[in-house]
């Protein structure tokens, strides 16, 4: 059973400080893994989608990484706004089989992070 | 291009009552998957579906069940409501079923 797991659950930084949001996961056979934003009382905001054959992808100030073998992604994000304040989750998806079973997402809890002015 | 919406925002309900929450997904997509969300549990897979068809299903009791119509807008139902069900309840589209999912606003669900 895939777990994925985000530490810490909660972050404050000062504005304008690069940061790293980590992500593990136990099952290493994943077709991608996907970042999303929550703000509060909303839905989620995908951010970036990573396939497995894939090492990192970038938008904007957001850089996300994945190495498989170690069942790890990180989300980068450069220069923190206030306006980044929200919940970070990821979720990733499992190889595929045949069948198309076993291929739900497979969320994290996420990190709350908090951007002081 | 419209997002995902989904009706009610918004629903209070007393147990045992029943509900039925909709979801319409970005137009050209043909898969909808359903999310609970709660504080405690985070956020758990409910079921997908695809060309009107089931394609998976999360550990959730048999009082939770789903459909998909032709034009690929999707309704949840949940019988015999408990107070754990009070959650906010996700629907996310997507063009296939491995594609980046884009979630609507989600329906609170409050159960007294």
């Known amino acids: 059973k895939q777990e994925v797991t985000q530490i810490p659950a909660a972050l404050s930084v000062p504005e304008g400080e690069n940061l790293v949001l980590n992500c593990s996961f136990t099952?290493?056979?994943?077709?991608?893994l996907q970042w999303f934003r929550q703000d509060p009382g909303k839905g989620l905001t995908s951010l970036l989608l990573?396939?497995?054959?894939?090492r990192e992808q970038t938008s904007g100030r957001l850089n996300a990484s994945l190495d498989k073998s170690s069942g790890r992604s990180t989300l980068y994000i450069a220069a923190s706004q206030p306006g980044d304040s929200a919940t970070y989750l990821c979720?990733?998806?499992?190889?595929?089989?045949?069948?198309?079973?076993?291929?739900?997402?497979?969320f994290g809890k996420g990190i709350t992070l908090s951007v002081r002015p | 291009k419209a997002g995902v919406t989904q009706t009610p925002r918004y629903l209070i309900k007393t147990r045992g009552q029943q509900v039925t929450l909709s979801c319409s997904p970005i137009?050209?997509?043909?898969?909808v998957s359903w999310y609970q969300q709660t504080p405690g549990q985070g956020l758990q897979f409910l079921f997908e579906?695809?060309?009107?068809?089931?394609?998976n299903k999360g550990n959730f009791p048999g009082r939770f069940s789903g459909r998909q119509f032709s034009n690929s807008r999707s309704e949840m139902n949940v019988s015999t409501l408990e107070l754990g069900d009070s959650a906010l309840y996700l629907c996310?589209?997507?063009?296939?079923?491995?594609?980046?999912?884009?979630f609507g606003p989600g329906t609170r669900l409050t159960v007294l």
């Open positions: 996310a589209s997507s063009l296939g079923t491995v594609d980046t999912q884009y």
């Open positions: 099952d290493s056979a994943i077709y991608n």
């Open positions: 990573i396939q497995s054959s894939q």
């Open positions: 979720a990733v998806r499992r190889a595929r089989a045949n069948t198309g079973a076993n291929s739900k997402l497979t």
């Open positions: 137009s050209g997509h043909r898969s």
């Open positions: 579906y695809f060309s009107e068809t089931q394609r």
